[in-house]
């Protein structure tokens, strides 16, 4: 009998047109087998798609060079594709959904001529746990292949999972010919749909991962009464043994995955890995928030990791297991035959090619690694792993941590005063943007729960929905806001960070767990300085002022820049955001 996932494969393949369609099973000798074609099979970057790297410093390691045009998301040829453009909402580029298709179609067709279709099972979550989900990747490149078999659990039972269902999540993937112009990724919500073309990039290639995991997640979320959010989960160990979940959610470039594998830097205090990206968040039995992460890897930016910022993560890079790890356009040290970037530990090497594979040394005035360049590595090799990484359940969270890039006005650490507030909290989240971004520094973009790029409908109705599961939960968690990142008058960074982090989660659980106070300002609840450990810390008084002071007229400003976003969502808008945002102004004395 022939089933759906049949079919449907069948009719992707008359349209795109391979010479052969190959399912793959997962397995570690299929892995091997699709590298070592890989690096015979030469990319349209030019060279071999997999460069074996050197065996004993990077076990199991594989370097892979993108097209030049294709080394990040492309949010502008990012769109969501409900029946209505409301649905949608002005956080998403939209498209009629047979629009999108008739456009795909013409770009799709026979796009995967002279090459093999390989067919992806996999499951985001454990095959166990309830809140898993089966889903099938087509895609026509090995390096997708293995990517998506390090991120995911990626074997041929989940075919017999889907059996003759119809409902399962369907990603066609292409990299085409790489043409900028015909480059788009498109989703379908109400069809549990992605269909991607003239990308090999991660984000747009791995369809798993934000296209799935985050877009059509959060909208099945919101049928389905549960979210899909963009977050770190961790377990915190204090010196009793006992451990508290939290999740964090924080925009690109502020730390997320270093938070996730931090060593700590208090005595007695351990953090579990459970998750660096995607967090799915479920209401237990027992009425409190249970969270899992879909994923099985971390896809992760190279510059600026190393010893000093993650060391877990560098560890996790040179385990090596049956898993494979890649490399993605860094630069290669041709001395040694490993991979190299900027920030990284020790001093330059002599002899580096660049990302693109010419000669390069600093005084060039160029990096060397792309900025956005990535590893790919299984959690399974991370020395932090949580020993309930693989529960079904998940685990229980305590605490939820929202967080950004504010050189000033925002403080350290502040709690919300209740639900209701603390999803505001969430709302008015920013983050300043990089040159590399919109062109311009420090200019503050507004991206609630670090979602705006990946909420796969209007995000006025996702306030509500967080407004709807609190309301469904006996024992929320506490929901605070962080930054690392206030600046001095000299502008260098007051706060040390990295595993000195430990300090502010542990005020955290403290608080999660009605073991501290906290004093009540206009903008929400902050430490006393008392239940803060800030010993062997050599921070300044009034550089402790900036960062656990309330800046009046900066939080002022702040108000006009937040309702000027709220402003966006027009009358989708809860009353409760601005019920939130109104409280705040009159706190701050604004009219």
């Known amino acids: 009998m022939t089933t759906p996932l049949q079919i449907w494969v069948e009719e992707q393949a008359k349209l795109t047109k391979p010479d052969k369609v190959y399912w793959c099973d997962g397995s570690e000798e299929e892995a091997h087998r699709l590298i070592e074609i890989g690096m015979k099979e030469e990319s349209i970057a030019g060279t071999p798609i997999f460069r074996e790297l050197n065996q004993k410093t990077f076990p199991n390691s594989y370097y892979h ?27 998403n580029n939209w498209m009629d959904p047979d629009e999108a298709k008739e456009k795909m179609r013409g770009i799709s067709d026979g796009c995967m001529r002279g090459k093999t279709m390989y067919v992806l099972p996999y499951m985001m979550g454990h095959p166990q746990s309830p809140y898993a989900k089966a889903c099938v990747q087509l895609t026509d490149v090995s390096y997708v292949a293995i990517s998506m078999r390090i991120m995911t659990r990626m074997t041929r039972d989940v075919i017999d999972k889907i059996g003759s269902r119809e409902d399962f999540v369907k990603g066609l993937h292409s990299v085409g010919d790489f043409d900028p112009n015909k480059r788009f990724i498109m989703h379908f919500p109400e069809e549990n749909f992605v269909w991607s073309v003239g990308s090999g990039y991660g984000g747009n290639a791995l369809l798993g991962k934000k296209c799935f995991s985050l877009r059509i997640a959060s909208y099945l979320g919101l049928r389905e009464g549960w979210l899909a959010e963009h977050m770190v989960i961790m377990g915190i160990q ?15 470039a502020c730390g997320k995955t270093n938070l996730a594998m931090l060593e700590s830097a208090l005595p007695g205090y351990k953090v579990w890995t459970i998750g660096d990206d995607i967090a799915w968040l479920n209401i237990g039995a027992d009425g409190r928030l249970w969270a899992i992460n879909p994923e099985t890897g971390f896809f992760g930016v190279a510059p600026g990791t190393s010893m000093k910022t993650n060391p877990n993560m560098m560890r996790t890079l040179k385990k090596g297991t049956f898993y494979p790890t890649l490399f993605t356009n860094t630069a290669l040290n041709t001395d040694t035959n490993e991979p190299w970037w900027e920030g990284m530990d020790g001093a330059e090497p002599k002899n580096l090619v660049d990302w693109q594979g010419n000669k390069w040394d600093s005084s060039m005035g160029t990096k060397a690694a792309q900025p956005n360049s990535r590893f790919t590595a299984s959690t399974s090799q991370c020395p932090a792993l949580s020993p309930e990484f693989n529960n079904p359940k998940g685990v229980p969270i305590s605490a939820i941590i929202f967080g950004g890039k504010r050189t000033q006005v925002k403080p350290l650490v502040v709690e919300g005063s209740s639900w209701q507030n603390s999803v505001f909290l969430g709302a008015r989240m920013g983050s300043e943007t990089t040159a590399a971004a919109i062109h311009q520094e420090d200019v503050v973009r507004r991206d609630p729960m670090a979602m705006l790029p990946f909420c796969g409908y209007n995000m006025a109705d996702y306030f509500g929905h967080w407004f709807n599961i609190g309301k469904r939960l006996k024992r929320p968690p506490k929901i605070f806001s962080i930054n690392w990142f206030r600046t001095d008058d000299k502008g260098n960074y007051i706060w040390p960070g990295f595993g000195e982090n430990i300090r502010v989660l542990k005020w955290i659980v403290d608080r999660a767990h009605n073991k501290v106070g906290a004093k009540e300002t206009p903008i929400g609840l902050m430490p006393h300085l008392k239940d803060l450990d800030l010993s062997g810390l050599s921070i300044k008084k009034e550089n402790l002022e900036k960062l656990f002071g309330l800046d009046v007229k900066g939080w002022q400003r702040e108000a006009e820049d937040i309702k ?3 402003e966006k969502f027009g009358d989708r808008m809860p009353k409760e955001i601005w019920e939130e945002f109104y409280k705040m102004k009159a706190k701050l004395g604004g009219s």
């Not at 029946?83 to 909402?89: N, S």
């Open 564 to 566: 000027v976003f709220f």
């Open 238 to 252: 204090d010196p009793r043994g006992d451990t508290t979940y939290i999740t964090a959610a924080l925009p690109s």
């Open 65 to 91: 060079r993108s097209h030049p045009t294709d080394v990040a998301r492309t949010e502008h040829l990012t769109f969501v594709c409900h029946p209505d453009k409301e649905t949608a909402g002005p956080n």
